[in-house]
């Protein structure tokens, strides 16, 4: 039962963040075409395009897909989303360079040098986000099994000491411990009369 929903929060969490990242996809090339046609250099306007890119990609994911985006928790969580971003996308652009500098068959073809280094960026990303950008909070854990044996002597003594009071302050008052009423019936002569004797 556990691992199921484990696998099927976790797949919902994938398919939100594969989302996230295609519409972020979009984002950066609307952004970078009108960026060059209002004049601006591709390596300027890829910049800015990038830029917001991350921002709305990480508002998306810290709102709808992994629910964890706080005012509170927001400076530090945009620090380490922004890193992880920045490391996968740096890795995306080596492993494109060095897969077509090998001159390999088909692995140096541009386009799928191009989607390999994307899926890896994604891989960082997504791990990124998911165990530091927004990590899952841990419950608080409940006593164990050992602390459970651990306070049934505890509890023993404790009852054999409050035992032990109770018969002292008994025999200060006179008397044992009050036991339970017990039923006395009278004798045949005086009527059939019952009462109520203590010990």
């Not at 890119?53 to 709808?64: E, H, K, P, R, V």
């Not at 390999?104 to 899926?119: D, E, M, Q, R, T």
């Not at 099994?145 to 025999?171: F, N, T, W, Y």
Request: aromatic content about 10%; glycine content about 12%; proline content about 6%.
């Amino acid at each position: 039962m556990l691992p199921s929903v484990f696998n099927r929060r976790e797949g919902l969490l994938i398919c939100g963040h594969m989302s996230v990242s295609l519409a972020g996809f979009g984002l950066d090339a609307i952004l970078l075409t009108t960026s060059m046609g209002s004049g601006l250099h591709a390596p300027v306007a890829r910049l800015i395009s990038l830029f917001w890119a991350m921002q709305a990609t990480f508002l998306l994911n810290g709102l709808f897909v992994f629910g964890k985006l706080t005012l509170k928790t927001l400076p530090i969580q945009w620090v380490r989303y922004m890193a992880s971003n920045g490391i996968g996308n740096l890795v995306n652009y080596l492993v494109f360079v060095a897969l077509v500098a090998t001159r390999w068959p088909w692995v140096s073809n541009h386009y799928a040098a191009l989607c390999i280094g994307a899926f890896t960026a994604w891989t960082i990303n997504y791990c990124g986000a998911r165990l530091w950008a927004f990590p899952r909070r841990r419950r608080a854990a409940g006593p164990s099994a050992i602390d459970r044996r651990e306070k049934v002597p505890i509890l023993a003594r404790l009852r054999s000491q409050i035992l032990g009071r109770r018969l002292d302050l008994g025999a200060e008052m006179g008397g044992g411990m009050p036991g339970p009423a017990g039923i006395v019936e009278q004798p045949p002569c005086e009527g059939h009369k019952v009462g109520v004797a203590g010990p």
